[in-house]
C-alpha cells in the first residue's frame, strides 16, 4: 500500500471515529455523595471552611444596608415639598452608612475568599495526596490498571479545573442563595405583590431551563470520557512519539491522535448547538426581573399603595436580584464539574488496598522463600503454577529461562507487586503479606529492566535511595556504581536534570544510575531484573562490577538474561513455561538439563556473533565476578 493510501485510510478511520464519538456510549456516573466524599478531605480546614461561609453571609447582609440607604435618601427626597426643605445632614448621614457598608461587604467578601481559597487548594491538595497513597497502597495490576492519560487527567488537570470553582462555591454558593431570598422577603415586607411581579420570571426562566437540559447528564457523561480520551491520546502520544515517528505517522496521519482531538471537537460543538438556544433564553429571561415590578410598583404607586421611595427601593432590590440569581445558573454548572471530578477520584480512592501489618514484624534471617506460588495476572489465566523457591539469606540464587517463562513475575511477587493466589512469600519466615509495606521496602533493594529516573537531578535520583545521606555517602556509591566516568560527560554534572539526562545517557548508564541509587538505600536483599537490551560488552561489565559491589553480603536474586553473569551463582533456577523446572550450579545444569545447555549455546553463539569469538568465553570468565 502507498504511503498516500495510508494516509488516506487513517483519515478517513478518524473521520469515522469522530463522527461515532457524539454517538458513543458515554459511561454514566453515579455523582450522588460526592458531597461528603469532599468533605471527608476537608479534614484540616473545616474551621476555616466555616470562618469562610460567617464571613460570606456577613458581606451579603452588609452588602443590603446601601439598598436600605437609598431607600432612605429618596424617602427623605420624596417627603419634602421643596429643595430647600431637604436635611442634607440625613442624606449625607445614609450616603456614609452606604458607603461604610459597601465597604465592609467588600472586605468580608476578601477576607471569605481568602478563607474559601485556602479551603479548597487544602481540600484538593488532600484529594490527590489520597490518590496518591492509594496508588502506592494498591498492588500495582491494580495501580496500572488506570491509564496513565486517565490519571494524568484527574490529578492534574480535573483536580487544576475545579480548584476555582470550589475556592467560590463554597461561600458564594450560600451567600447568593441566601442573598436572593433576603431580597423576595425584603419584597414581601415593602408588598407581597410586588415579590411576585419580582420572581415571576423565575419559574419561566427555569422552564425553559428545564426543556433545554434534558439529557444533560448524559451530555456531561459523553463530554467527560471525551475530554479523558483526548488525555489519554495526547499521553500515549507524547510518550511513544518515537514509535510513532519511526512508523512515519505524522500527527495529521495517526488516526487515533486525530480522531481523539476531532472527536473532542466535535463532541463539545454538537452539544453547544443543542444546548445554547435554551440555555442563552433562560439565562437572558431570569434576570428580567424589572419587567414584572415596573410595571407593577407604578400600578400600586398610582393606587396610593406604594410610596415614592418603597417603589424607588423595589426597582434597585430587582436589579440586585440579578447577580445572585445568575449566578445560581452558573453554580449549576460549576457544581456539576466538581461533582463529576469527585466521582471520578472516588474510583481511585476506592481502589482495593494491599493488606499489611501495622508494626515492623523481626525478621529471623535475609533469606526469601516462596512455596507453592500460583499466580494469573489475569483471572483464569495462570502464569505462576505452584513455584517454590528458596534463597538462603547471603546467597546468589539466579532465574533463567525463556522469554515469558514468568521470571519477572517471580521478582514482582517479592517484592508484592502483586500478591500471590495461593501459596505464600516470605522474607525470614515472615510472610511478607503480614508486615508493612514500609518494611519490606527497607528490606529490598530492586533493580529492574523498567527502572526509570524520576523528575529532578541525577544527584537527587540517587539521594532518593536513602533521604538524608551524606553528600560523602551518594558520591560514594555513585563511585561503587561506576557513574564518575559518564557523569563527567554531561556539562551540568550531577546536577544534570533526569528528563534532560534520559537522552544524554545510554540505558546501561541509566541502570547504573539505578544500581547507585539501591548501593545507597543498602537494603539487605537485592532483586536484579537484568536488562536485556544493554548488550554492549564494556557497559555490560561495569553493569556487573556495580551489581557485584550492590550484593556484596546481601541475599541476592538475578533474573538474567545473559547467562554469562550468573555463571558464579550459588544456585540457578531454570524457569519454563510458570515453573521451575530444575537448579543447580552452572556445571551441574550444563550437564543435567537440556533446555539450560541449550540456551548456554545460544547464548555462547549470540556473544560470538556480538563481539568476536573469544567474547563469549571473556565473558563467562567475567560472569564469575558477579558477585
Ligand atoms: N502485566 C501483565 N499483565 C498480563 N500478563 C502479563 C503481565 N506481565 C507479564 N505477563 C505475562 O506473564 C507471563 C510471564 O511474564 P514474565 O514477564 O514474568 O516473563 P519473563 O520470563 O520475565 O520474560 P522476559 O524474559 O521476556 O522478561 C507472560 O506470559 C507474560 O505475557
Avoid at 497502597?137 to 480548584?163: F, H, M, P, W, Y
Avoid at 529492566?449 to 538524608?468: H, I, K, S, Y
Wanted: hydrophobic letters at 45%; proline letters at 3%; one cysteine or more.
Amino acid at each position: 500500500m502507498s504511503e498516500n493510501s495510508t494516509q488516506d485510510a487513517s483519515e478517513d478511520e478518524a473521520k469515522r471515529e469522530a463522527r461515532s464519538s457524539s454517538s458513543r456510549k458515554a459511561r454514566t456516573r453515579n455523582t450522588r455523595g460526592w458531597f461528603k466524599t469532599l468533605m471527608s478531605f476537608a479534614g484540616r480546614c473545616r474551621g476555616r471552611m466555616i470562618l469562610a461561609e460567617i464571613l460570606s453571609i456577613i458581606s451579603v447582609f452588609s452588602g443590603l444596608v446601601p439598598f436600605y440607604s437609598i431607600y432612605r435618601i429618596i424617602d427623605e427626597a420624596t417627603s419634602v415639598a421643596s429643595p430647600a426643605e431637604m436635611s442634607w445632614d440625613v442624606v449625607m448621614f445614609w450616603v456614609g452608612i452606604a458607603i461604610l457598608f459597601y465597604a465592609l461587604q467588600q472586605l468580608f467578601f476578601a477576607a471569605s475568599t481568602v478563607n474559601s481559597h485556602i479551603s479548597a487548594y487544602t481540600i484538593l491538595g488532600s484529594l490527590r495526596e489520597g490518590i496518591a497513597t492509594k496508588l502506592m497502597n494498591a498492588s500495582l495490576g491494580t495501580a496500572r490498571s488506570k491509564s496513565i492519560g486517565n490519571l494524568k487527567n484527574l490529578v492534574i488537570d480535573r483536580i487544576e479545573q475545579i480548584e476555582i470553582p470550589l475556592a467560590h462555591f463554597i461561600p458564594e454558593l450560600s451567600a447568593n442563595l441566601l442573598l436572593a431570598l433576603a431580597i423576595v422577603v425584603w419584597f414581601v415586607v415593602i408588598d407581597w405583590r410586588l415579590a411576585l411581579a419580582c420572581i415571576v420570571t423565575v419559574p419561566i426562566g427555569l422552564l425553559v431551563l428545564t426543556l433545554g437540559m434534558q439529557g444533560y447528564y448524559k451530555m456531561y457523561d459523553g463530554y467527560m470520557d471525551e475530554q479523558d480520551r483526548v488525555n489519554s491520546v495526547v499521553v500515549e502520544y507524547i510518550e511513544g512519539i518515537h514509535v510513532v515517528k519511526a512508523f512515519n505517522q505524522a500527527t495529521s496521519s495517526y488516526a487515533k491522535f486525530s480522531s481523539a482531538v476531532t472527536g473532542f471537537l466535535s463532541y463539545t460543538l454538537e452539544w453547544m448547538r443543542t444546548s445554547w438556544v435554551a440555555t442563552s433564553l433562560a439565562m437572558s429571561v431570569l434576570p428580567t426581573t424589572l419587567l414584572g415590578v415596573v410595571p407593577v410598583g407604578i400600578a400600586l404607586y398610582l393606587g396610593g399603595e406604594l410610596d415614592p421611595a418603597s417603589f424607588g427601593l423595589a426597582c434597585v432590590l430587582a436589579i440586585a436580584v440579578v447577580t445572585p440569581v445568575t449566578y445560581l445558573g452558573k453554580a449549576f454548572n460549576d457544581i456539576n464539574l466538581v461533582a463529576y471530578c469527585i466521582t471520578d477520584a472516588r474510583e481511585f480512592l476506592e481502589l482495593p488496598e494491599l493488606t499489611q501489618g501495622d508494626k515492623p514484624i523481626a525478621v529471623a534471617d535475609y533469606g526469601v522463600e516462596i512455596s507453592d506460588a500460583r499466580f494469573s495476572y489475569i483471572d483464569g489465566v495462570e502464569v505462576l503454577h505452584g513455584v517454590d523457591l528458596s534463597v538462603p539469606a547471603g546467597s546468589f540464587t539466579a532465574l533463567v529461562g525463556p522469554s515469558g517463562s514468568g521470571k519477572s513475575t517471580i521478582a514482582r511477587l517479592i517484592m508484592r507487586h502483586w500478591d500471590v493466589d495461593s501459596g505464600s512469600v516470605s522474607i525470614g519466615g515472615v510472610d511478607v503479606r503480614k508486615m508493612p509495606l514500609s518494611q519490606l521496602s527497607s528490606l529490598v533493594s530492586v533493580v529492574s529492566q523498567d527502572d526509570f529516573l524520576l523528575d529532578g537531578t541525577l544527584r537527587e535520583n540517587v539521594a532518593m535511595g536513602r533521604p538524608g545521606a551524606s553528600d560523602e555517602e551518594i558520591d560514594a556509591a555513585c563511585r561503587a556504581a561506576s557513574c564518575e566516568e559518564f557523569i563527567g560527560r554531561l556539562p551540568k554534572g550531577w546536577d544534570t536534570p533526569a528528563g534532560e539526562a534520559g537522552h544524554a545517557l545510554s540505558g546501561g548508564e541509566r541502570q547504573r544510575i539505578c544500581i547507585a541509587r539501591a548501593i545507597l538505600k543498602d537494603a539487605p536483599i537485592v532483586v536484579f531484573d537484568e536488562a536485556t537490551a544493554f548488550a554492549d560488552p564494556e557497559n555490560e561489565a561495569r553493569i556487573q562490577r556495580s551489581v557485584a559491589r550492590l550484593s556484596e553480603g546481601k541475599t541476592l536474586v538475578v533474573i538474567a538474561h545473559r547467562l554469562s553473569t550468573i555463571t558464579a551463582a550459588d544456585c540457578i533456577c531454570v524457569v519454563n513455561d510458570g515453573q521451575i523446572v530444575a537448579r543447580g550450579t552452572h556445571d551441574e545444569l550444563l550437564a543435567q538439563n537440556d533446555l539450560y545447555a541449550s540456551m548456554w549455546k545460544a547464548h555462547i553463539g549470540a556473544a560470538d556473533w556480538a563481539a568476536g569469538s573469544h567474547v563469549g568465553e571473556a565473558a563467562a570468565q567475567e560472569g564469575g565476578d558477579a558477585r
